[in-house]
């Protein structure tokens, strides 16, 4: 089960984010806070900045807070960053505060969708904000990407406006909004951004500000991976697939199992594989059960049928190449009027999600004169274990703005803000997730392809919060992720990693070509609860059961030196149905998964 290959070290075919040349202004070097004023800008010795950035939270300058990490990086390739964070948005004066920005602004709704973060479940307004000082409500406005969109266009019309984050991820093609209880169209099209950056968005990022700082129009740089905008014509020398030929629209038959052969799927139905019986000199029809077709679906591709006795598969159709190929999704007013093509046209971005063999995609707004595509460009390729501990590593103050400070110069008073203080303690160690959930997006943001962080990284990270943030005691809140047992595992060959088009390496059980070795996360966990001035380390990450029974000796460290002695689990464990729906484990794990917490737990007494 576990290759002897370490899969954080496969080498990506990108241009790594060290090997750019530094940006001029260098010279200024870090700011101890990126400027949110021009008074700041002053103490620095800035007559402007390169980059705005706007943003729906306060300012935390913290790893775990998104324009932090994009300030920061744009920070060490050389340009001056400043942030308006929460401005009133009734007039474009707040966002002229810092001046013009010389190359573009950075826009996001913050580390919620501003959606999310303004109503509850029954569409009532909050009375409070987590990533607000003092946990205020109503500092940042509905659709919050948009509103600063259109605003940053008003104060200042020829800056590039380029929009992330997760507001942008994931509304990145037409999309079901439930307050409006309606099919909105692409936020790239709302906004009128002239970029949209998707999922964890350094690397683009860095490419785009180099070339506009080379004063690329932006308008041209349309090749850049995780990137979105309305194409302004029909691209030269690239083929278009409809998307119907990648996904069949219709009633979603039960899952099939994805690691039986075609034989050990067709024998499950009564039949046998076509190809096989051909070879046996059978012959007979095919199974009626939704996944056959009396001819070829569009572009002539004849699909795998499952059949009694059999005939023979014509010969396979030549496919034009993958990186000149993009994907035709149905358009906005066909899926805001049929469900069935909604859900279709959401598979197939499912289904585009691996960097190693995603193609591009593209979705029509409007009709006639008014007529516009959005383009969607492949996800951005992960980020070695050297990029995110360059990454981690920036100079962060891995605290709250000082203007946020109560009258004692404190943040965990009066004018706290909740996000930080939950986070105060704790330490990312890795991104990604290839779980696959149905109810959950990491993997449209994130990615399906675990990145890690290096051990010297994550203890450096540990020492530095032990000495350098207030009120800490000795305790770590989390050593975590998206899930917190992800760190180091994922495929055990780049060659099967990159082509690869299962939604889930554990779904609906442990793909054989997935590494689940724990010992890199054990020696993590060892290592940083022996740090000097050290007490307790926690996980409060959550974790995946049929992944952690595969190692009885982290199920061992996690149980006795790191958890409070209870077992939280989510109420649907218990019932099969809601977690076949979900993907999510089987209550077989579960339930292994119980006897060794209390195993080990009646072994510490």
């Known amino acids: 089960m576990n290759a002897p290959v370490d899969v954080s070290f496969f080498p990506r075919a990108a241009k790594p984010l060290s090997s750019y040349k530094p940006y001029w202004a260098k010279r200024f070097g870090a700011a101890p806070f990126l400027p949110t004023s021009r008074a700041e800008m002053d103490a620095l010795g800035w007559d402007s900045c390169d980059v705005v950035l706007v943003t729906g939270d306060a300012y935390v300058d913290h790893p775990s807070f998104g324009m932090a990490v994009i300030g920061r990086v744009l920070e060490s390739q050389g340009f001056r960053v400043g942030i308006i964070a929460q401005p009133d948005w009734q007039s474009s004066e707040p966002f002229k505060a810092l001046g013009k920005p010389n190359l573009f602004w950075g826009v996001t709704a913050g580390n919620m969708d501003s959606m999310i973060n303004r109503y509850t479940a029954d569409r009532k307004i909050r009375s409070d904000d987590a990533y607000t000082p003092g946990d205020v409500g109503g500092k940042r406005p509905d659709r919050a990407a948009i509103v600063y969109s259109q605003r940053c266009r008003e104060a200042y019309k020829d800056v590039p406006i380029v929009l992330g984050g997760i507001e942008g991820s994931l509304r990145r093609i037409a999309h079901y909004d439930y307050w409006s209880d309606k099919v909105r169209r692409s936020i790239v099209v709302d906004s009128k951004c002239d970029l949209l950056l998707y999922g964890n968005a350094e690397r683009a990022l860095v490419e785009v500000a180099h070339r506009l700082a080379r004063r690329e129009p932006v308008e041209e740089i349309t090749d850049v991976r995780g990137t979105a905008f309305v194409a302004r014509s029909a691209p030269e020398d690239w083929f278009e697939l409809d998307s119907t030929e990648v996904d069949r629209p219709g009633r979603v038959e039960a899952h099939l199992n994805p690691y039986q052969t075609t034989s050990e799927q067709a024998a499950s139905r009564g039949g046998v594989c076509e190809a096989e019986a051909s070879e ?94 959005v383009w969607i460009n492949p996800p951005p390729i992960p980020l070695t274990t050297a990029e995110m501990d360059l990454v981690f590593d920036l100079p962060y103050a891995r605290s709250p703005h000082p203007r946020y400070a109560d009258a004692q110069g404190r943040h965990d008073g009066e004018t706290k803000i909740p996000a930080w203080e939950m986070i105060r ?129 982290y199920v061992k460290e996690l149980v006795q030196h790191h958890v409070g002695g209870y077992l939280k689990i989510a109420p649907e464990h218990t019932e099969e149905g809601p977690l076949s729906k979900m993907m999510k484990p089987g209550i077989g794990s579960y339930d292994r998964f119980k006897q060794l917490f209390e195993q080990f737990s009646e072994e510490a007494g």
């Not at 009626?288 to 679906?297: A, E, F, K, Q, Y």
């Not at 066909?334 to 971005?349: C, E, G, I, T």
């Not at 995609?361 to 004169?369: I, K, R």
Request: proline letters at 7%; charged letters at 20%; glycine letters at 12%.
């Open 280 to 373: 046996k000199g059978g012959t007979g029809g095919p199974i009626s059960d939704g996944l056959t077709t009396d001819g070829p679906i569009k572009g002539g591709v004849q699909p795998i049928r499952f059949i009694r006795e059999a005939g023979r598969v014509s010969a396979a159709v030549a496919r034009p190449p993958r990186e000149r190929t993009v994907i035709r999704l149905p358009s906005y007013e066909q899926v805001k009027s049929d469900p069935v093509l909604y859900a279709h046209a959401n598979r197939v971005l499912h289904l585009e999600t691996n960097p190693g063999n995603a193609r591009a995609l593209v979705q029509a707004h409007g009709e006639g004169a008014t007529a516009r595509d």
């Open 425 to 553: 303690f704790s330490v990312n160690i890795m991104r990604g997730c290839f779980g696959g959930c149905t109810f959950c997006s990491i993997t449209e943001h994130e990615g399906r392809i675990i990145q890690s962080r290096s051990e010297d990284s994550i203890v450096r990270e540990v020492e530095e919060m032990r000495d350098k943030v207030q009120g800490f005691t000795g305790v770590v809140s989390d050593l975590g992720g998206p899930t917190a047992n992800m760190y180091r595992l994922g495929c055990s060959s780049p060659a099967i990693e990159a082509a690869c088009r299962k939604p889930s390496c554990v779904y609906p059980g442990i793909c054989q070509n997935l590494t689940t070795n724990h010992n890199p996360l054990i020696s993590i966990y060892k290592h940083v609860r022996t740090l000097p001035g050290i007490k307790k380390v926690l996980i409060g990450s959550g974790l995946r059961y049929d992944l952690a029974v595969k190692s009885p000796a």
